[in-house]
């Protein structure tokens, strides 16, 4: 079992705090403490933060390094130079990827068994989509981005009963919606996009008058990213507000 694990990623971040045994992680990334961005926050303020930098790393002496596919491959490639394991994570696109993240979690921790447990609390609180009629639902984001079954963001949404309008428009993968086409959807729910603070052109759609006009109309639910962004177990919290919200 590694006994000094170096975390440069958010998401591998809370993959980590979420099945290490205590102590067995002695740094997180300097996102993990970011409220708006990691779900949790509270748990990392009491872990050394680091930068990502493969510098930085090497000084801390870590026997594991979990990094994320995104993160930049010299740092990854610099570090198994030094002879230091790195296990690199793909980000989830679905909700399989969340059971086969934490699984391999477990394994690269040694925490194997508390994996399964955690993997199976998952499934009991995921259950099943609400039965019935399903309402059409439009995530609707910065620059008019819209996201479809072929989606960790996807699988939410029909998870919590929803048919996808972007799917429905031939954008299982995700895509650019028009807003007049968002319009003519008529979605039953809109789920939008978390707005930050500054001023962005890309956020200039979710200011116009006619989406205002629909969302006067129609439930809205915005957007958390610290439980959308990475797949763990926290879209249970998602799931569970988007099904109060289906009319």
Known sequence: MPQRVVSVNLCTDQLALLLAAPGQVISVSDLARDPTASAMADQARDVPSNDGQAEQVFLLNPDLVLAGAFTAPATVQMLRRLGIRVEVFAPDTDLQGIRDNLRRMGQVLGRAEQAQRMIADFDAGLGSP????????????????????????????????????????????????????????????????????????????????????????VPVVTMSDPDWVCGTPHVLRTIAALRQARP
């Not at 072929?150 to 939410?156: D, E, K």
């Not at 029909?158 to 028009?178: K, R, T, V, Y």
């Not at 979605?187 to 500054?198: F, Q, S, T, V």
């Open 130 to 217: 609400p039965a019935g009629p399903r309402p059409r639902a439009a995530i609707y984001a910065a620059n008019g981005y819209s996201s479809g079954s072929a989606s960790l963001a996807g699988q939410i949404v029909a998870q919590a009963g929803f048919d996808n309008i972007a799917d429905e428009l031939g954008l299982s993968q995700g895509g650019h919606i028009p807003l007049e086409v968002l319009l003519m959807s008529r979605p039953d729910l809109l789920i939008l996009g978390r707005r930050y603070p500054g001023h962005s052109r890309a956020e200039e759609p979710l200011d116009h008058p006619a989406l205002r006009a629909l969302m006067a109309q």
